[in-house]
């Protein structure tokens, strides 16, 4: 790993930012340009791997393919001592991640607004032929201003895009929680499996979890599998079936029975009234087993009030009991 002072190329290392499933990110100062930019370093298990230079080269590929507020920017790529390199845009901004962390469950007015954004960068990289395939909260950022910006698109599926495989991956390098059905088969899916991973984040912004848990990769994966994704209505409190009903179709096992597209699924959020209801009666399944001050938050501080009330009655009690 680079250290804080250290040259690589012609970038001077300020920061180490995040290490990925095969790559640390660096922030760095460009010292041709002048201007603070994003290092992208393979891990030293990877380099020599083609695979990991293929990905490199595709990420820089998709980045100057596309131009959206929500996509972040490629500016280079290179090699230095033998070892490839990716040079992005600086976006300053909290990992979705550390907002869901920090701020999650959030209101569904909150949740949509920032799923609609997402959306619509979608909608651009697949009128553009590519697919981001690697969605989730790690890989994107989410500005002041409220604008999230998609990272990361190594993995993404192109027009002209053949298979590759990376002979050190590992099971860091992404989680299965926002994998569709269809990749889990082996499949190399569509624009309906980016659709499938923004519902995940969806049903995760409104309640706090994903909708699929288990004990380890393998029982998360059946449940993708298998599971029928819980009504959002009947899951938390102050979502309307509405909603709901968007959150499940755009988690159906099957694509055919998804969204078609991202544009349809921002045209539901903007017309919730519209909205055809009719999945939530044979597409979803009962509420979760999540614990119940999870799904009533409210109810956790209202209790603790209450013990905290009992036991200094309790103990005026009995320093009265004492001094008689």
């Given at each position: 790993m680079l250290q804080i002072g250290d040259q690589f190329d012609h970038f001077q290392i300020r920061q180490h930012i995040a290490q990925g499933g095969m790559s640390d990110i660096y922030r760095a100062y460009d010292l041709l340009s002048?201007?603070?930019?994003?290092?992208?370093?393979?891990?030293?298990?990877?380099?020599?791997?083609?695979?990991?230079?293929e990905r490199f080269q595709r990420e820089l590929e998709v980045m100057h393919t596309l131009s959206h507020?929500?996509?972040?920017?490629?500016?280079?790529?290179?090699?230095?001592?033998?070892?490839?390199y990716l040079v992005t845009e600086l976006i300053d901004g909290e990992s979705m991640r550390d907002y869901m962390r920090r701020a999650a469950p959030v209101s569904p007015e909150?949740?949509?607004?920032?799923?609609?954004?997402?959306?619509?960068?979608?909608?651009?990289?697949?009128?553009?032929?590519?697919?981001?395939r690697d969605l989730k909260p790690e890989n994107i950022l989410i500005t002041s201003d409220g604008q999230p910006v998609i990272l990361d698109f190594g993995l993404a599926l192109t027009k002209h895009a053949h298979r590759v495989t990376?002979?050190?991956?590992?099971?860091?390098?992404?989680?299965?929680?926002?994998?569709?059905?269809?990749?889990?088969?082996?499949?190399?899916?569509?624009?309906?499996?980016?659709?499938?991973?923004l519902g995940t984040m969806?049903?995760?912004?409104?309640?706090?979890?994903?909708?699929?848990?288990?004990?380890?990769?393998?029982?998360i994966m059946a449940q993708h599998l298998k599971g029928l994704v819980p009504r959002?209505?009947?899951?938390?409190?102050?979502?309307?079936?509405?909603?709901?009903?968007?959150v499940a179709r755009s988690l159906q096992r099957d694509p055919d029975d998804r969204y078609?597209?991202?544009?349809?699924?921002?045209?539901?959020l903007d017309h919730l009234d519209e909205v055809d209801e009719s999945i939530l009666e044979h597409a979803t399944g009962p509420a979760s087993a999540a614990p119940f001050w999870r799904r009533f938050p409210f109810v956790l501080p209202i209790g603790f009030a209450v013990l905290l009330l009992l036991a200094m009655i309790l103990l005026a009690f009995g320093l009265q009991t004492l001094h008689k």
């Amino acid at each position: 790993m680079l250290q804080i002072g250290d040259q690589f190329d012609h970038f001077q290392i300020r920061q180490h930012i995040a290490q990925g499933g095969m790559s640390d990110i660096y922030r760095a100062y460009d010292l041709l340009s002048g201007k603070e930019i994003v290092l992208k370093v393979p891990d030293k298990m990877t380099i020599g791997d083609p695979a990991q230079y293929e990905r490199f080269q595709r990420e820089l590929e998709v980045m100057h393919t596309l131009s959206h507020p929500a996509i972040q920017r490629g500016l280079g790529s290179g090699r230095f001592n033998n070892t490839p390199y990716l040079v992005t845009e600086l976006i300053d901004g909290e990992s979705m991640r550390d907002y869901m962390r920090r701020a999650a469950p959030v209101s569904p007015e909150t949740a949509a607004a920032l799923i609609r954004k997402i959306a619509e960068g979608l909608a651009h990289c697949h009128d553009h032929g590519i697919v981001h395939r690697d969605l989730k909260p790690e890989n994107i950022l989410i500005t002041s201003d409220g604008q999230p910006v998609i990272l990361d698109f190594g993995l993404a599926l192109t027009k002209h895009a053949h298979r590759v495989t990376y002979a050190n991956l590992s099971g860091a390098a992404g989680t299965p929680d926002y994998m569709a059905p269809e990749q889990i088969e082996g499949q190399r899916g569509d624009k309906r499996t980016d659709l499938y991973a923004l519902g995940t984040m969806f049903y995760e912004l409104l309640t706090g979890r994903t909708p699929f848990s288990g004990d380890n990769t393998l029982a998360i994966m059946a449940q993708h599998l298998k599971g029928l994704v819980p009504r959002l209505d009947r899951e938390q409190p102050g979502i309307s079936s509405k909603l709901a009903a968007v959150v499940a179709r755009s988690l159906q096992r099957d694509p055919d029975d998804r969204y078609p597209d991202m544009l349809t699924l921002v045209h539901d959020l903007d017309h919730l009234d519209e909205v055809d209801e009719s999945i939530l009666e044979h597409a979803t399944g009962p509420a979760s087993a999540a614990p119940f001050w999870r799904r009533f938050p409210f109810v956790l501080p209202i209790g603790f009030a209450v013990l905290l009330l009992l036991a200094m009655i309790l103990l005026a009690f009995g320093l009265q009991t004492l001094h008689k």
